[in-house]
């Protein structure tokens, strides 16, 4: 069993930034793609963005621009969040998809408000 934990989240003013993290209890990371994922109240739940193993990554059209994934190690992945605005808000979440299983960590919560 894989366990992922997120952390980072919390209030922020419109326009602010946060830096989440995501770590795993595997050095897993530099072997397959990890996601991350947003769910907001009353909205299903949507892709962020992806890290693959190789390196490159890809972005919700949305966030493109203001957010990037990056990969501090095998066992944490990092979620740079710049010029947040309130439709950011959400809990997020990180995803890997591995040995026929998905994995979610418990979330963390994103509230961007002035």
């Known amino acids: 069993q894989v366990q992922l934990v997120e952390s980072g989240g919390g209030l922020v003013q419109p326009g602010g930034s946060l830096r989440l993290s995501c770590a795993a209890s595997e050095l897993i990371f530099s072997l397959y793609s990890m996601d991350w994922y947003r769910q907001a109240p009353g909205k299903q739940r949507e892709l962020v963005a992806r890290l693959f193993a190789g390196g490159s990554t890809n972005y919700a059209d949305s966030v493109k621009g203001r957010f990037t994934i990056s990969r501090a190690n095998a066992k944490t992945v990092y979620l740079q969040m710049n010029s947040l605005k309130s439709e950011d808000t959400a809990v997020y979440y990180c995803?890997?998809?591995?040995?026929?299983?998905?994995?979610w960590g418990q979330g963390t919560q994103v509230t961007v408000s002035s």
């Open positions: 995803h890997v998809f591995l040995r026929s299983t998905h994995y």
